[in-house]
């Protein structure tokens, strides 16, 4: 067995070396043109995405066949292997059948503005440093600003695979049962697939975000830097840095702040201070939208459609939008007081306690919650796993999960915004799970169950 895989990885690394030259060879003797006779573009496809997903597959086997033939996957990771492999396969399929891509525009858009000393358009809702990044490609084009994204968030998605997986682990599940629910989280999950499909920085911001969980406590300084660089991603995870100064951890808050203060530099360093400015003056017009969207699953939005009906002025929603978000700072702040007081999710930390119902928090009071947003909610609700009991909490549990990331996204009033009642169940809850101290039945039979199958 090991002889055949020697042998087929040794023939993958000969057919990849024999197109590779081929193609070196056409290009030399014939240039683009030449290369053009050998690839066909279909109508409804890109042909840099589906090279790019071909590529990436082609290596991926390769990958799998050196492993298994240098016996680098084996009893101990062979659930976790497997299911890389099979969560990678998968989305470069289903990545490779989209050939039209959303928000990637706006951020090219406010890289070409900067790159050509204009401010940032009133589109562009991020601090500057993703613009400022972004620059530096400009030159590639519309195209190849557009794939080297793609790519990035290719290995993005295959990061958030391992950091969930370890970020479970971390939170009491066993090594089988963590596998499992990433694998499965991940292969039917809306936000995931919206997030891939706009090439989006939200799975790149959560990456970050889980490594921050990760590092702490035993790496402060790079738990520190990850979120600071979150933040400057997509400026809403700083609501998380309430649950580090639970800790009351000074060396970790002074990495922080260094850290986001230096990262923070970088963007004035090429462009000056103008295009923080710029952003904070996008961010006020965020708020005075005068229109509903039903992709944008906010209370502002929900509570703009509601105008026409019952004629209410946009002054007056507005200040409704933001009683509502008082209301769910307090409530947050309840839920995370009582989490952190019964170690509902951790007895490790504060912290571990106090991220689940941040995370709601830092999700659902934005201006503009987008249904790929869910996916920051990650945490709040796969933790509940360990802590629900009853046969009430389940079905209530199973509807808001439904709600998040299992129904497709559409635009039907009022269905849309169930992607705003889903994480309001899962804080309600919390706030009942978290007055109990016995864990879930099912969590510990589970965790128990997978670690006994013989493979």
């Given at each position: 067995m090991k002889h055949s895989l020697q042998t087929a990885f040794k023939s993958w690394i000969g057919l990849t070396l024999l197109v590779s030259a081929s193609l070196v060879a056409i290009y030399l003797r014939n240039g683009i043109t030449g290369l053009n006779l050998f690839i066909q573009e279909w109508p409804l496809s890109n042909l840099a995405v589906t090279l790019a997903s071909t590529t990436l597959t082609w290596l991926l086997m390769g990958a799998l066949l050196y492993m298994l033939a240098g016996k680098k996957i084996n009893a101990g990771n062979i659930w976790l292997m497997a299911g890389f492999f099979l969560v990678m396969f998968v989305y470069l399929n289903i990545l490779r059948e989209r050939f039209r891509y959303g928000d990637y525009h706006y951020y090219l858009e406010a890289a070409t503005a900067l790159a050509n000393r204009q401010p940032l358009p009133d589109s562009y809702l991020y601090l500057p440093l993703w613009a400022t990044l972004l620059q530096f490609l400009v030159p590639l084009g519309d195209q190849g600003v557009m794939i080297t994204l793609w790519v990035v968030n290719?290995?993005?998605?295959?990061?958030?695979?391992?950091l969930?997986?370890?970020?479970?682990?971390?939170?009491?599940?066993?090594?089988?049962?963590?596998?499992?629910?990433?694998?499965?989280f991940m292969l039917i999950n809306t936000p995931l697939m919206r997030t891939l499909g706009f090439i989006q920085v939200n799975l790149m911001t959560l990456d970050l975000i889980l490594f921050s969980i990760l590092a702490y406590p035993k790496n402060e300084f790079l738990s520190a830097l990850a979120l600071a660089l979150a933040v400057h991603l997509k400026t809403s995870p700083a609501v998380l840095v309430l649950a580090f100064l639970l800790e009351f951890n000074w060396r970790w808050l002074f990495w922080f702040a260094v850290s986001f203060l230096a990262i923070g530099l970088f963007p004035v360093a090429i462009n000056g201070v103008s295009p923080y400015f710029q952003y904070v003056n996008n961010a006020f017009l965020l708020t005075q939208i005068p229109d509903t969207n039903f992709h944008d699953t906010s209370f502002d939005s929900f509570l703009r459609f509601l105008n026409p009906f019952f004629g209410i002025q946009i002054a007056q929603t507005r200040l409704m939008a933001l009683a509502a978000k008082a209301l769910l700072l307090i409530g947050t702040l309840m839920v995370m007081i009582q989490t952190v007081r019964s170690q509902t999710f951790s007895k490790e930390n504060r912290m571990l306690n106090a991220i689940p119902p941040l995370l709601i928090?830092?999700?659902l009071a934005s201006p503009i919650v987008w249904d790929h947003?869910?996916?920051?909610?990650?945490?709040?609700?796969?933790?509940?796993?360990?802590?629900?009991n009853s046969p009430a909490a389940w079905a209530w549990f199973g509807f808001a999960y439904f709600l998040e990331f299992l129904l497709p996204s559409f635009d039907f009033f009022p269905w849309s915004y169930g992607r705003l009642i889903a994480p309001i169940i899962i804080l309600v809850l919390m706030w009942g799970v978290s007055k109990k101290h016995e864990t879930s039945h099912f969590f510990g039979a589970a965790n128990i169950w997978f670690e006994k199958l013989p493979i």
């Open positions: 290719v290995f993005a998605l295959a990061t958030f695979y391992f969930l997986f370890n970020v479970l682990k971390r939170y009491g599940f066993s090594d089988h049962f963590s596998v499992v629910i990433a694998i499965l928090l830092m999700t947003h869910g996916l920051f909610t990650t945490l709040s609700f796969l933790l509940m796993l360990k802590r629900i």
